[in-house]
């Protein structure tokens, strides 16, 4: 295992084109990768140039396809952060657009889509351990919906081990 755990893009913009206009296609076209760049129609507020789509500018990135550099299937890093109504039905978009990929694409939560290097990649496994914590009280304090609760822990659980795994991090979580 090394410590310098670096993620490279598996979508690069070509740089020689400008930005196609999808509309409502947006994500499931960065998703799928069919194009290296693209905007929706409405004001360009959501937006893709090569593995990373953004909402609203680059202050504010949704996800990133990528794969470990040295090897290993491609994966998608989808943020858990919101930061308004449109920002989360961006996320939203693209979570939905990456379901509808036959299931060929791996999607992990994460705080920082572009972490890169193994301290900011543990940095994303403490903000899962963290929504692990915080699932695992509500489900303690839950009257009725305890059970939910348990299973979305467990399932971040599984999502935060099959990242560090896939990045090459012996930590777990």
């Avoid at 069919?34 to 140039?49: H, Q, V």
């Avoid at 396809?65 to 040295?70: D, E, K, L, T």
């Avoid at 989808?78 to 996320?91: E, K, Q």
């Avoid at 036959?102 to 939560?109: I, K, L």
Wanted: proline residues 5%; aromatic residues 8%; glycine residues 10%.
């Amino acid at each position: 295992m090394t410590d310098d755990v670096k993620l490279t893009e598996t979508i690069l913009p070509t740089g020689e084109c400008r930005a196609a206009v999808f509309g409502a296609a947006t994500a499931g076209r960065w998703a799928y990768g069919s194009a290296p760049e693209g905007k929706n129609r409405s004001g360009g507020n959501f937006w893709f140039a090569g593995g990373v789509i953004y909402s609203y500018g680059r202050h504010f990135p949704v996800a990133r396809h990528v794969r470990a550099v040295g090897g290993g299937p491609p994966f998608v890093l989808l943020t858990t952060r919101t930061h308004s109504v449109t920002t989360a039905t961006h996320v939203r978009a693209v979570k939905n657009a990456c379901g509808r990929t036959a299931g060929t694409t791996v999607v992990f939560p994460v705080a920082d889509v572009l972490a890169d290097g193994a301290a900011k990649h543990r940095e994303n496994l403490t903000a899962i351990r963290a929504e692990v914590a915080a699932l695992t009280e509500l489900a303690r304090r839950a009257v009725t919906k305890g059970p939910i609760y348990l299973s979305r822990a467990a399932d971040l659980t599984a999502a935060g081990n099959a990242y560090a795994t896939m990045i090459g991090l012996p930590d777990r979580v």
